[in-house]
């Protein structure tokens, strides 16, 4: 078997896998905007403790959800952006993917790094496959992206899906809704 991919990571691709990264696995949007519903629900809360029976601890409540929830949406928001800029590995990266047998090899380019890398399956630490991505986890904090919009043939992304399901199974995880 050889699937041959080749993807450019911009920033939006980024953006997605970082907001995907928070909450791995299906339903990821929903968690964080679950999240900060929780966040607003105990803000309501809180506050309208504060206000009709003015209790301290509920003051507290109320200034800690504010917080949590700022925190929140500042990560939701802001880090993306920020951790794309401030990244020269992933900026603008332009990674060209050969699948084959027993190994798949990896060539990066960016503005600042040219590498070629031969990774065997074993090394895997999991590959997630959402509608519009497949993302390859070699650590916890470190994947390759690759948007399926790229697949020349669309049943590459079906041979090379089962593949990873015969090789990896343990290992691939299915999130398509």
Request: with cysteine; aromatic share 20%.
């Amino acid at each position: 078997m050889e699937v041959r991919v080749s993807t450019v990571v911009n920033y939006n691709e980024y953006k997605t896998f970082f907001r995907f990264s928070m909450f791995r696995g299906k339903g990821y949007r929903f968690k964080s905007f679950a999240s900060v519903l929780i966040m607003l629900a105990a803000i309501a809360v809180s506050l309208s403790g504060t206000i009709l029976y003015y209790n301290p601890l509920m003051l507290f409540a109320f200034i800690f959800s504010l917080f949590m929830t700022i925190t929140l949406l500042i990560i939701w928001f802001y880090m993306p952006r920020y951790s794309y800029i401030n990244t020269f590995i992933a900026k603008g990266s332009k990674d060209d993917f050969v699948f084959l047998d027993d190994i798949f090899m990896v060539s990066s380019v960016t503005e600042y790094i040219k590498s070629q890398t031969e990774i065997s399956y074993s090394q895997v630490f999991k590959i997630y496959e959402t509608n519009k991505h497949i993302y390859i986890y070699l650590s916890p904090g470190f994947a390759y992206i690759i948007n399926k919009k790229t697949f020349v043939y669309h049943a590459d992304i079906a041979e090379l899906r089962s593949f990873f399901v015969s090789k990896m199974p343990d290992k691939y995880i299915n999130c398509l809704s």
